[in-house]
């Protein structure tokens, strides 16, 4: 990893992994306002902030500002359609659905354009996995009433697409170079379209705040789209941001990734292969019983405590109890794996039934015929 002497750069379309010295560098570097205990208690129903998975933020006091005050604001996040929803994916889905429930309006973007500049996959190839990302979208819980969600592809929606010519005309070579570093024209042509993606909550809908919930390696466009903001669009509020902890891959790898299958699984996964992976996953676990016992376990470093944390561990009190027992040495790594599985499997089992009976809702929403 690079020392404090080198320039720590993160890369939306590569595989950054941070270490917990680097999120406290990125948050000083680039300005980022850090979830106090004020700030988490605003939101204490909000379970990624309250479990201090959201550990910073841009400008979330406007948002708190306009509930307090009725005022209408707005939660915009999206999804490359490049395969199925797993662990990482769903992190950001879950964040836009625990805003919604507070009451922001949810913008769901689509991004098949971006899919593919970085992937190579068609709009039409791209099609089928947009309509299984939006049916986990909603199997997961988020209200697609038009009132409350609007949900678009970036090829058809001309507000995005418009917004990216208009913005570009302040944009520079060597400015994007700043902040993404060499990348191919493609890439840069699809960030400056996921400014329309983050700005067009306040085109359509009026002047509003805008909170953007994504992991520190997507801080380059939100800080590409603050900047433009503020320079094209008068009136308008400077988009605003939560950022969560990435996970690591389930098998102690730096980070999920498609090369490496055994460090993530997806929401169409056989049941036998998600359990498998379970199985293998990195603990916190010491190298036997007995030092377990003497020791205590590691549950920081435990990917079973974290998907349980992340994603499938409704009570707060259990997850405390779990940490506390692993601590004191008494939760063994093969106890907690079993009941790990057990919830998982049941979720997964559950999430297919609600999704297959939500293809044609997702198909409509997206006008597939």
């Given at each position: 990893?690079?020392?404090?002497?080198?320039?720590?750069?993160?890369?939306p379309?590569?595989?950054?992994?941070?270490?917990?010295?680097?999120?406290?560098?990125?948050?000083?570097?680039?300005?980022?306002?850090?979830?106090?205990?004020?700030?988490?208690?605003?939101?204490?129903?909000?379970r990624?902030?309250?479990?201090?998975?959201?550990?910073?933020?841009?400008?979330?006091?406007?948002?708190?500002?306009?509930?307090?005050?009725?005022?209408?604001?707005?939660?915009?996040?999206?999804?490359?359609?490049?395969?199925?929803?797993?662990l990482?994916?769903?992190?950001?889905?879950?964040?836009?659905?625990?805003?919604?429930?507070?009451?922001?309006k949810?913008?769901?973007?689509i991004?098949?354009?971006?899919?593919?500049?970085?992937?190579?996959?068609?709009?039409?190839?791209?099609?089928?996995?947009?309509?299984?990302n939006?049916?986990?979208?909603l199997?997961?819980?988020?209200?697609?009433?038009?009132?409350?969600?609007?949900?678009?592809r970036?090829?058809?929606?001309?507000?995005v697409?418009?917004?990216?010519?208009?913005?570009?005309?302040?944009?520079?070579?060597?400015?994007?170079?700043a902040?993404?570093?060499?990348?191919?024209f493609?890439?840069?042509?699809?960030?400056?379209?996921?400014?329309?993606?983050?700005?067009?909550?306040?085109?359509?809908?009026?002047?509003q705040?805008?909170?953007v919930?994504?992991?520190?390696?997507?801080?380059?466009?939100?800080?590409?789209?603050?900047?433009?903001?503020r320079?094209?669009?008068?009136?308008?509020?400077?988009?605003?941001?939560?950022?969560?902890?990435?996970?690591?891959?389930?098998?102690?790898?730096?980070?999920?990734?498609?090369r490496?299958?055994n460090s993530?699984?997806?929401?169409?996964?056989p049941?036998?292969?998600?359990?498998?992976?379970?199985?293998?996953?990195?603990?916190?676990g010491?190298?036997?019983?007995?030092?377990?016992?003497?020791?205590?376990?590691?549950?920081?470093?435990?990917?079973i405590?974290k998907?349980?944390?992340?994603?499938?561990?409704d009570?707060?009190?259990?997850?405390?109890?779990?940490?506390?027992?692993?601590?004191?040495?008494?939760?063994?790594?093969?106890?907690?794996?079993?009941e790990?599985?057990?919830k998982?499997l049941?979720f997964?089992?559950?999430?297919?039934?609600?999704?297959?009976?939500?293809?044609?809702?997702?198909?409509?929403?997206?006008?597939?015929?």
């Amino acid at each position: 990893m690079p020392k404090n002497n080198k320039e720590l750069r993160i890369d939306p379309w590569g595989t950054t992994s941070l270490l917990e010295e680097d999120y406290v560098r990125l948050i000083k570097e680039f300005g980022i306002q850090e979830i106090d205990e004020k700030v988490r208690q605003k939101a204490i129903k909000n379970r990624y902030i309250r479990r201090k998975i959201i550990f910073g933020h841009r400008d979330l006091q406007s948002v708190f500002k306009a509930v307090e005050t009725q005022q209408p604001w707005a939660v915009m996040s999206g999804i490359k359609p490049s395969g199925p929803f797993h662990l990482g994916t769903s992190t950001t889905a879950l964040e836009i659905i625990e805003f919604q429930k507070m009451g922001g309006k949810a913008y769901y973007g689509i991004a098949d354009i971006e899919t593919w500049e970085d992937n190579g996959l068609t709009y039409e190839e791209s099609e089928e996995f947009a309509i299984d990302n939006i049916a986990d979208l909603l199997a997961l819980g988020l209200d697609p009433d038009p009132k409350k969600a609007y949900i678009w592809r970036q090829s058809e929606e001309p507000i995005v697409k418009d917004a990216c010519f208009k913005v570009s005309r302040l944009v520079t070579q060597n400015m994007l170079n700043a902040i993404y570093g060499e990348k191919s024209f493609g890439l840069y042509l699809s960030a400056l379209v996921q400014v329309g993606d983050i700005v067009l909550p306040q085109i359509l809908d009026g002047p509003q705040p805008t909170v953007v919930p994504v992991g520190i390696d997507q801080d380059p466009h939100i800080r590409l789209t603050r900047d433009l903001t503020r320079r094209y669009y008068n009136g308008f509020f400077l988009p605003g941001a939560t950022y969560h902890y990435l996970l690591a891959g389930i098998d102690g790898s730096e980070k999920m990734a498609k090369r490496n299958p055994n460090s993530y699984f997806t929401f169409n996964e056989p049941l036998e292969s998600i359990e498998r992976k379970i199985m293998g996953a990195l603990t916190g676990g010491r190298r036997n019983k007995e030092e377990q016992q003497q020791l205590g376990g590691e549950p920081q470093k435990c990917m079973i405590y974290k998907i349980l944390m992340y994603h499938f561990e409704d009570d707060d009190d259990r997850l405390t109890e779990a940490f506390q027992d692993c601590v004191r040495g008494e939760l063994m790594c093969g106890d907690h794996k079993k009941e790990c599985i057990e919830k998982v499997l049941k979720f997964i089992r559950e999430h297919k039934k609600k999704k297959e009976k939500l293809i044609d809702k997702a198909k409509e929403i997206l006008k597939v015929e």
